[in-house]
């Protein structure tokens, strides 16, 4: 059976390669915080593996990520001069090889999407040939490296340098935003064993108005909403709000339908996440990937479309629920 | 209420803009300590927290094949194809990529598209392909604005249309909890159902926003245009 954890580790090792790659490169001022960022995130990566079944303590790697977070936050990263083509050299590459170009990139989502609906039907040797309830994630992976070969082989590229190279420069673009989608979820962890969820949910009561039903609906949804910008994912934001304001008030009380509260109040929680920079991952390592000057432009061309959508979903609620 | 300060640090330091590293970091030591945790226990909470959210990073796996297929000019045979669709506008482009995207993640293939995989090397460069072929080189604001909008497709797409699924993470917490906390019983394909009308709603709000984008690209771009024209007479 193939284990998400190896997967882990592939990635662990690909980013400690690239380490050794950044320290070697003279063309980076800051050469050897870079590698040192990017090497101990790698090593994070493979110790996390025991770190999640209990077998080896926590806490080294905590200290890693503050180091990380050090290193990162001032100053000690920095980015060499990627050697890479020009304009003009890409486009007769474009003529040269045509939409053939396309194969390699369109074979990733292909074998995620075998990975995901066939392969769980076969079994290997009396078990799943990939681990279960992992299987789009290892799909991602085995598609990335099956791309890799086809596209190496097609374009004739003989030495792997050429796209670990290719890999390491969009890597040092993206810089710190790397990081921090993993480091927001860690803060979620953190807000919620220190009670922060308990100290919204008080507050939320005490400016809960008992009178009307849908005053009531626009609490529990504006509050998800809310809720969730701060905490940057709606799970975290759901328990509390539904605690609060969901189950005693808008199904106990007003006898609401409950799955089409529940189901509307986490999808409140999801407009939430398109305006909320703590969605990292969503919003801010998109931005980076695009090479935008503005790290908010994909939240600004959101905001409007969850703002509007919270509307609906008050109404979809107060219409359909009660 | 006073482990709330640690949300007072998070909203300061986004939107004093300082490095987001730094202030998620000092509000969750912050939190930790506020909150009645030991030194070693805020240790271990960013240690636990690392370890169990690596699915988010594991994207950098396709960044080589996509580095050395951009090399070869990925983008450049991107922008060549979407021009010899003269309909497809930037809007319209956006807009099929919305539905695609709803759509596989209402089945439940959520990694399929991306940001890695799809917006970057294809879905972008399609777009801003399709706004040159009308207007020339784009002014770098423009470009901008199309790239955070093919960003806004693919999230918006993804989170209207995995709900619609029912083995989301997402449902599964909410029956989870539901079940667990108030001894009811909730069924996945109930609150699946219950998230069709918001996803058509999403689709129907973002849908008309791309297609709307396609009017104001040609007043924006159109109209610097004859500015700069006008400014070219002047002389």
């Known amino acids: 059976m193939i284990k998400a954890e190896w997967f882990y580790w592939l990635v662990g090792a690909l980013f400690m390669v690239l380490a050794v790659q950044m320290a070697a490169d003279r063309t980076n001022p800051k050469r050897y915080g870079t590698a040192a960022f990017w090497g101990l995130l790698g090593a994070g990566f493979v110790y996390s593996s025991w770190v999640v079944d209990k077998s080896a303590p926590a806490e080294p790697l905590g200290a890693a990520v503050l180091v990380m977070i050090c290193l990162a936050a001032f100053g000690f990263t920095g980015r060499g001069k990627a050697r890479t083509t020009t304009t003009e050299e890409r486009r007769a590459s474009a003529r040269k090889h045509g939409s053939k170009l396309f194969l390699p990139a369109l074979t990733i989502p292909a074998v995620a999407l075998v990975c995901a609906v066939l392969v769980p039907k076969l079994s290997f040797g009396g078990g799943p040939l990939l681990q279960k309830g992992s299987e789009t994630i290892l799909g991602l992976g085995i598609g990335a490296i099956v791309a890799l070969v086809l596209a190496m082989v097609m374009l004739r590229e003989k030495s792997v340098a050429a796209p670990l190279h290719a890999g390491r420069s969009m890597l040092e673009s993206m810089g710190w935003a790397m990081l921090l989608p993993q480091l927001l979820a860690t803060l979620g962890t953190i807000f919620a064993v220190s009670g922060v969820g308990k100290q919204v949910g008080i507050l939320t009561e005490a400016v809960l108005p008992h009178d009307s039903v849908i005053t009531a609906v626009v609490v529990y949804c504006v509050g998800m909403f809310l809720f969730t910008v701060i905490m940057g994912n709606g799970f975290a934001a759901f328990p509390v709000m539904t605690a609060a304001v969901g189950w005693p008030v808008l199904i106990e009380q007003a006898h609401g339908n409950a799955p089409a509260v529940l189901a509307i109040g986490m999808l409140c929680g999801f407009c939430g996440t398109l305006v909320t920079p703590m969605a990292a991952n969503f919003n801010v390592v998109p931005a980076a990937l695009l090479e935008l000057k503005d790290q908010y432009g994909p939240i600004k061309a959101q905001l409007p479309t969850a703002v509007v959508l919270l509307g609906c979903n008050i109404v979809i609620m107060s219409a359909f629920a009660f | ?235």
């Open chain 2, 1 to 235: 209420m006073i482990v709330l300060l640690g949300v007072l640090v998070v909203i300061i330091g986004f939107a004093t803009r300082r490095n987001p590293l730094l202030v998620v970091g000092v509000a969750g030591i912050a939190t930790g300590f506020l909150g009645g945790l030991s030194p070693q226990k805020v240790l271990a909470a960013f240690g636990d927290g690392f370890a169990s959210s690596r699915a988010v990073t594991i994207f950098v796996i396709t960044l080589p094949v996509i580095g050395l297929l951009e090399r070869h000019g990925l983008q450049e045979q991107a922008r060549n194809l979407i021009s010899r669709f003269s309909k497809l506008t930037t809007g319209r482009f956006l807009t099929l990529y919305l539905v695609l995207r709803q759509g596989f993640a209402a089945l439940g293939l959520r990694d399929l598209f991306g940001p890695a995989q799809t917006v970057r090397p294809l879905a972008a460069p399609m777009a801003e392909g399709a706004a040159e072929r009308r207007y020339g080189t784009l002014p770098d604001k423009t470009r901008e604005k199309i790239r955070s909008f093919t960003a806004s497709a693919d999230n918006v797409g993804l989170f209207f249309g995995e709900d619609v699924f029912l083995a989301v993470g997402s449902i599964l917490l909410i029956t989870g909890f539901a079940n667990s906390t108030y001894h009811t019983h909730l069924e996945p394909l109930q609150l699946a159902l219950w998230a069709i009308p918001t996803a058509l709603c999403a689709l129907a709000v973002h849908g008309g926003r791309l297609l709307r984008m396609d009017r104001t690209l040609e007043r924006e771009l159109l109209g610097a245009r004859v500015e700069l024209a006008t400014e070219e007479a002047a002389k």
